[in-house]
C-alpha cells in the first residue's frame, strides 16, 4: 500500500526566514512519482515539481528546493528566504505506475510580515 | 488555453436533494479524476476514468456516482448528500497512464444545508 506522511501540521515562520516541509513516503512500487502541490487559500492545486523514482538528483528552481533521498523515502521541499506570498497549505503526493496519486495530510505554511 | 473547468465554483445544497457536479476538460486526456477535500484535510481520490473504463476505490461511498458521456465531460453525481458530504470537490485529468503531470480545475466548493 502507499502512503504519504507529512508530520508537520503546521509551520509558522517570520518573512525571510528558511524553511523546510518534510515528506515521508512508503510504497511496495520500484517505479513511482513524487510531487509538490500548493493550495493557496483560493483552493486550487498548483504543481511545484515532479520527481521520479529513478532521479536521485536534488534540484532547485529559484527560491523552491527540493531533497529527495531514496535511502530514507524522504522528499523534504525548501523555502528560502520566506515571503508572505509563500503562505499555503502544501501536498506531499505520491503515485504508482498507474498515476492513481495519494496525497499526504499537508503542511500549513504561515510566513508573518 | 486548454483547460479543465469546474462548475460551479460554488453549490449550495440541501441535505438529501440529488446534485450533479461538473467538470470539462479541453486536454483530450484520457484519463479524469475525482478527488473529495474536506476541510484541513488531504485530497480523496474517489474514482476514475480511463478513457471509458470506470474505476471506483474501495471506499468511495455507494451514495457517490459518476458519468463520462465523453472525453470531455465527466460528472460527480451524488444522490443524496449528508452534511458530512460538504467538501472541496476537485476534478483532475492526466494525458494517459504511464505519463505523468495531472492537471487540476478549481474546485467545487459543496455546502450541505
Not at chain 1, 67 to 83: D, H, L, P, V
Not at chain 2, 54 to 65: G, R, S
Not at chain 2, 85 to 91: E, I, K, R, T
Request: net charge neutral; aromatic share 14%; with cysteine.
Amino acid at each position: 500500500a502507499q502512503k504519504v506522511t507529512q508530520a508537520q501540521t503546521e509551520i509558522s515562520v517570520v518573512e525571510k526566514e528558511d524553511v523546510t516541509l518534510d515528506c515521508v513516503y512508503e510504497t511496495r512500487d520500484t517505479t513511482y512519482y513524487l510531487f509538490w502541490y500548493k493550495q493557496p487559500p483560493s483552493g486550487e492545486l498548483v504543481f511545484l515539481i515532479r520527481r521520479n523514482s529513478f532521479d536521485e538528483q536534488n534540484e532547485i528552481s529559484g527560491r523552491y528546493s527540493w531533497n529527495f533521498q531514496k535511502s530514507t523515502s524522504s522528499f523534504n521541499f525548501t523555502i528560502t528566504a520566506s515571503q508572505v506570498v509563500d503562505s499555503a497549505v502544501y501536498f506531499c503526493a505520491l503515485s504508482d505506475a498507474n498515476n492513481d496519486m495519494r496525497f499526504g495530510a499537508g503542511t500549513r505554511l504561515t510566513v508573518k510580515p | 488555453d486548454a483547460m479543465v473547468i469546474q462548475n460551479p465554483r460554488y453549490q449550495v445544497t440541501q441535505f438529501g436533494k440529488p446534485v450533479t457536479l461538473s467538470c470539462s476538460q479541453t486536454l483530450n486526456h484520457n484519463v479524469m479524476y475525482w478527488y473529495q477535500q474536506k476541510s484541513s484535510q488531504a485530497p480523496k481520490l474517489l474514482f476514475h476514468y480511463y478513457d471509458k473504463d470506470f474505476n471506483n476505490e474501495a471506499d468511495t461511498p455507494d451514495n457517490f456516482q459518476s458519468r463520462r458521456p465523453n472525453t470531455s465531460f465527466c460528472f460527480l453525481d451524488i444522490r443524496s448528500p449528508g452534511l458530512g458530504d460538504a467538501a472541496m470537490y476537485l476534478c483532475a485529468t492526466l494525458r494517459d497512464r504511464g505519463t505523468y503531470g495531472y492537471t487540476f480545475g478549481s474546485g467545487t466548493r459543496l455546502t450541505v444545508v
